[in-house]
């Protein structure tokens, strides 16, 4: 007889996971017991070695879904003699950041959804310890009942015997109800409450035959509703939301009905079916209504998550736009006064459930690029889920993130805890939002940041707020170049150290020169960066109303090259101003009026896809590339010619090769692949063996593929997310990694 006792780091709480313990205990027949402690699991097992084994490999291979170890201590122990194997008490241990992501339904809880001798048959709030809203209804910790926006659902006898029974699997589920005393469903038209329970949601099905819009409320938030194959659904959606081009996701009943619409490869389909249960970037089949993404050949696609999104789409014999319900600028709408106030705008109907929403949380968002899963939006399902810093820190600060795509992250106990996807901080609304996330965080999971890092831009309204911020609790401020937090933040992703180069290509960001990069290349560590390479600059014409006119960001590549001869070129682009605005916009080119000076490579693709005469004007942030990298042809193998020479990588030849394309998928497979081979000999120019792809620029699936496969070439080892977004979603990341190191580098002085 032998006994161990186990310690596991990890998300090992609020997950199923003392319940599995329990239960592969009582299979092996091991004596002992489990308990929550602090931040972890603490187990002690008694019994005979070759069982102890058994044990120690099923901890690890079946294990919860949701549950996940980071670490796994064992220390062998004299035997004791326990009589038994019981869950013991929680009792308090190191304080810890411990609160497990929301969770996709479990097949478990799926079949019992839809069999009709279950008392949880067709019961759209049916969970269980592995699956079910976590964060979204976590309002303190620990992750007990009374904690959760369910405290006020009392249990029945029935379901309090369950939650009280070691051998059950919703023992000690928080979520845990049924139709007898758990959430329900309500139906509001504008004039009021129609139906409730299964006829609210008959009456919701019905109007979603008829091609209406209805708002679904969700786990983080409502989502708008309708036909997927409906071009009349669809249209109507569009008009209301005065969203004329952005795509729009769409729902799938089942992996069968999603394979009928969309190519998906196996790692694709797996990330689909995991709890996270993400909306994952698919090939088109063009099924679709043309209006769920125009100009673009792939389609945000998800599959349902709740068991009241399976008890809709079980109904109905088509997919469904499910987009997130708010008022342009504005974050998702999560409550309920909120949704009938103003969803009507954009909604016949209003399906809704009195379990409140704790926080508002987007639908998480995955593109598989080079084979590999990139995260584009990281929210319901991964966050909170913490990420490593690669060096050890005790500290505590907050990273507030940027402009676009905002989310903020907390540094604790040696982790990163980024938050939910905040959005884009145009709005007072917006604003508010990331007001709101950060204070309900620090409450929450109980931050003392003693240091705020915000972006150099004095103008972001993230760095705005971090002045505030500071001001009112007394913080220091750290501001830190944009492209340098993006290299940090794949550094850290991919756990490197050392330095190396970092390929940081976005759209903008301010630079320490004043002017607006977004092309570079760094020399980079934690410590610090130095800029040993950009793209040929340019000035962007019109400052950032260029971001909505590509057309104008190309005229202004063509006054670089051509200078005043390109007014004179008889090229579509050219002629899509009057003469007036040529002359206008000339001079203040010339003039620099209006006109900052930048590096962008996301400005360089817009222009490309204006000279292609792909998209003049964008109604939405990244359509013009987005549409661009719908053109991409694999068996076109030319190349438009770049150069690097002094540091700067040199686009001019191609753009002038690009005013005779007449063929627009050929154009920019050749521009693209030039890119490439341009890139792959400045990095050998350069020197460097290590590179990280960052910025939202390498989100273009065929530019990382073929960037990865030029720099292999050329001997490089290359490196891109995984975790965080390379976008700004994933900003306060690097800027929590190395606001961590200024501080270290301040206390250690």
Same mark, same amino acid.
């Given at each position: 007889?032998?006994?161990?006792?186990?310690?596991?780091?990890?998300?090992?709480?609020?997950?199923?996971?003392?319940?599995?313990?329990?239960?592969?205990?009582?299979?092996?027949?091991?004596?002992?017991?489990?308990?929550?402690?602090?931040?972890?699991v603490?187990?002690?097992?008694?019994?005979?070695?070759?069982?102890?084994?058994?044990?120690?490999?099923?901890?690890?291979?079946?294990?919860?879904?949701?549950?996940?170890?980071?670490?796994?201590?064992?220390?062998?122990?004299?035997?004791?003699?326990?009589?038994?194997?019981?869950?013991?008490?929680s009792?308090?241990g190191?304080?810890?950041?411990?609160?497990?992501?929301?969770?996709?339904?479990?097949?478990?809880?799926?079949?019992?959804?839809?069999?009709?001798?279950?008392?949880?048959?067709?019961?759209?709030?049916?969970?269980?310890? =592995? @699956?079910?809203?976590?964060?979204?209804? /976590?309002?303190? %910790?620990?992750?007990? $009942?009374?904690?959760?926006?369910? #405290?006020? !659902?009392?249990?029945?006898?029935?379901?309090?015997?369950?939650?009280?029974?070691?051998?059950?699997?919703?023992?000690?589920?928080?979520?845990?109800?049924?139709?007898?005393?758990?959430?329900?469903?309500y139906?509001?038209?504008?004039?009021?409450?129609?139906?409730?329970?299964?006829?609210?949601?008959?009456?919701?099905?019905?109007?979603?035959?008829?091609?209406?819009?209805?708002?679904?409320?969700?786990?983080g938030?409502?989502?708008? =509703? @309708?036909?997927?194959?409906?071009?009349? /659904?669809?249209? %109507?959606?569009?008009? $209301?939301?005065?969203?004329?081009? #952005?795509? !729009?996701?769409?729902?799938?009943?089942?992996?069968?009905?999603?394979?009928?619409?969309?190519?998906?490869?196996?790692?694709?389909?797996?990330?689909?079916?995991?709890?996270?249960?993400?909306?994952?970037?698919?090939?088109?089949?063009?099924?679709?209504?043309?209006l769920?993404?125009?100009?673009?050949?792939?389609?945000?696609?998800?599959?349902?998550?709740?068991?009241?999104?399976?008890?809709?789409?079980?109904?109905l014999?088509?997919? =469904?736009?499910?987009?997130?319900?708010?008022?342009?600028?504005?974050?998702?709408?999560?409550?309920?006064?909120?949704?009938? #106030?103003?969803?009507?705008?954009?909604?016949?109907?209003?399906?809704?459930?009195?379990?409140p929403?704790?926080?508002?949380?987007?639908?998480?968002?995955?593109?598989?690029?080079?084979?590999?899963?990139?995260?584009?939006?990281?929210?319901?399902?991964?966050?909170?889920?913490?990420?490593?810093?690669?060096?050890?820190?005790?500290g505590?600060?907050?990273?507030?993130?940027?402009?676009?795509?905002?989310?903020?992250?907390?540094?604790?106990?040696?982790?990163?805890?980024?938050?939910?996807?905040?959005?884009?901080?145009?709005?007072?609304?917006?604003v508010?939002?990331?007001?709101?996330?950060?204070?309900?965080?620090?409450?929450?999971?109980?931050?003392?940041?003693?240091?705020?890092?915000?972006?150099l831009h004095?103008?972001?309204?993230?760095?705005?707020?971090?002045?505030?911020?500071?001001?009112?609790?007394?913080?220091?401020?750290?501001?830190?170049?944009?492209?340098?937090?993006?290299?940090?933040?794949?550094?850290?992703?991919?756990?490197?150290?050392?330095?190396?180069?970092?390929?940081?290509?976005?759209?903008?960001?301010?630079?320490?020169?004043?002017?607006?990069?977004?092309?570079?290349?760094?020399?980079?560590?934690?410590?610090?960066?130095?800029?040993?390479?950009?793209?040929?600059?340019?000035?962007?014409?019109?400052?950032?109303?260029?971001?909505?006119?590509p057309?104008?960001?190309?005229?202004?590549?063509?006054?670089?090259?051509?200078?005043?001869?390109a007014?004179?070129?008889?090229?579509p682009?050219?002629?899509?101003?009057?003469?007036?605005?040529?002359?206008?916009?000339?001079?203040?080119?010339?003039?620099?009026?209006?006109?900052?000076?930048?590096?962008?490579?996301?400005?360089?693709?817009?222009?490309?896809?204006?000279?292609?005469?792909?998209?003049?004007?964008?109604?939405?942030?990244?359509?013009?590339?987005?549409?661009?990298?719908?053109?991409?042809?694999?068996?076109?193998?030319?190349?438009?010619p770049?150069?690097?020479?002094?540091g700067?990588?040199?686009?001019?030849?191609?753009?002038?090769?690009?005013?005779?394309?007449?063929?627009?998928?050929?154009?920019?497979?050749?521009?693209?692949?030039?890119?490439?081979?341009?890139?792959?000999?400045?990095?050998?120019?350069?020197?460097?063996?290590?590179?990280?792809?960052?910025?939202?620029?390498?989100?273009?699936?065929?530019?990382?593929?073929?960037?990865?496969?030029?720099?292999?070439?050329?001997?490089?080892?290359?490196?891109?997310?995984?975790?965080?977004?390379?976008?700004?979603?994933?900003?306060?990341?690097g800027?929590?990694?190395?606001?961590?190191?200024?501080?270290?580098?301040?206390?250690?002085?």
């Open positions: 007889m032998k006994r161990l006792r186990l310690y596991l780091k990890g998300a090992v709480q609020g997950v199923g996971f003392r319940p599995f313990v329990y239960r592969l205990a009582l299979k092996l027949g091991l004596k002992g017991f489990v308990l929550n402690e602090g931040g972890r603490l187990v002690e097992v008694e019994g005979k070695e070759e069982d102890l084994r058994a044990f120690l490999k099923a901890l690890k291979e079946e294990k919860p879904s949701a549950a996940r170890i980071d670490a796994l201590e064992v220390e062998e122990l004299p035997p004791f003699g326990y009589g038994s194997f019981k869950i013991l008490t009792r308090e190191s304080p810890s950041v411990a609160l497990p992501p929301d969770a996709a339904v479990c097949p478990d809880c799926l079949r019992e959804l839809y069999d009709p001798k279950n008392r949880r048959y067709r019961y759209p709030f049916i969970t269980c310890t =592995v @699956c079910g809203p976590r964060y979204t209804l /976590a309002l303190a %910790l620990p992750f007990d $009942r009374e904690n959760t926006t369910m #405290k006020h !659902f009392r249990m029945c006898p029935d379901c309090k015997r369950e939650y009280e029974d070691p051998a059950d699997r919703r023992f000690h589920a928080q979520t845990i109800s049924c139709p007898r005393c758990g959430p329900k469903l139906l509001y038209g504008p004039e009021g409450l129609k139906a409730e329970g299964e006829e609210a949601l008959r009456l919701a099905v019905k109007a979603l035959k008829e091609n209406r819009v209805v708002a679904v409320k969700g786990v938030g409502f989502h708008l =509703v @309708c036909n997927a194959l409906s071009d009349e /659904a669809v249209g %109507l959606l569009r008009k $209301r939301k005065r969203r004329p081009h #952005k795509p !729009f996701a769409v729902m799938f009943k089942d992996e069968k009905q999603l394979l009928n619409y969309c190519r998906a490869s196996k790692p694709e389909l797996t990330l689909l079916k995991s709890p996270a249960a993400p909306i994952v970037l698919l090939k088109s089949k063009g099924k679709l209504s043309k769920v993404a125009p100009g673009l050949d792939t389609v945000g696609a998800f599959l349902p998550y709740t068991p009241l999104h399976h008890l809709l789409l079980s109904e014999p088509f997919p =469904v736009v499910a987009t997130s319900a708010n008022l342009s600028g504005e974050p998702i709408v999560k409550d309920d006064e909120e949704a009938l #106030k103003k969803l009507f705008a954009f909604a016949d109907l209003i399906l809704l459930h009195d379990r929403i704790a926080r508002r949380c987007d639908d998480s968002v995955v593109k598989l690029v080079g084979g590999k899963p990139l995260v584009l939006r990281r929210s319901r399902g991964f966050v909170p889920e913490p990420l490593e810093l690669p060096f050890s820190f005790k505590e600060l907050l990273a507030v993130g940027g402009q676009q795509k905002n989310a903020v992250a907390f540094v604790k106990d040696g982790k990163v805890f980024l938050s939910h996807h905040v959005g884009d901080l145009e709005t007072e609304a917006a508010r939002h990331l007001e709101e996330t950060v204070y309900d965080l620090k409450k929450l999971f109980g931050f003392r940041p003693s240091a705020v890092v915000c972006d004095p103008r972001y309204e993230s760095t705005r707020f971090a002045r505030r911020l500071a001001d009112k609790l007394g913080l220091k401020v750290i501001r830190l170049q944009h492209h340098f937090a993006h290299a940090v933040s794949c550094m850290a992703d991919n756990r490197l150290s050392g330095e190396l180069l970092a390929l940081t290509w976005d759209g903008t960001g301010l630079g320490t020169d004043g002017t607006i990069w977004g092309g570079e290349f760094l020399k980079v560590s934690y410590e610090g960066f130095e800029r040993v390479g950009s793209f040929r600059s340019f000035r962007l014409l019109g400052g950032e109303s260029a971001v909505k006119e057309r104008k960001t190309a005229l202004a590549l063509l006054f670089e090259l051509l200078k005043r001869e007014l004179e070129l008889e090229h682009l050219v002629r899509s101003f009057s003469e007036a605005e040529l002359k206008l916009l000339y001079k203040a080119y010339e003039k620099g009026v209006n006109a900052p000076v930048c590096s962008s490579a996301g400005r360089l693709f817009d222009a490309v896809a204006a000279i292609l005469g792909v998209c003049y004007e964008a109604s939405y942030e990244a359509q013009a590339p987005s549409m661009l990298e719908a053109l991409f042809d694999p068996d076109e193998k030319g190349a438009y770049f150069s690097f020479t002094g700067v990588l040199d686009w001019g030849e191609a753009v002038l090769a690009l005013l005779s394309e007449r063929d627009p998928s050929r154009g920019f497979t050749r521009f693209l692949r030039g890119l490439a081979k341009g890139a792959a000999e400045a990095v050998k120019s350069l020197g460097f063996k290590r590179v990280c792809l960052t910025g939202g620029v390498m989100q273009n699936a065929p530019l990382v593929s073929l960037l990865r496969e030029e720099l292999e070439r050329a001997g490089a080892e290359v490196f891109v997310h995984e975790r965080v977004p390379a976008n700004d979603g994933g900003l306060s990341y800027q929590a990694v190395a606001g961590a190191v200024i501080l270290s580098k301040e206390v250690g002085a």
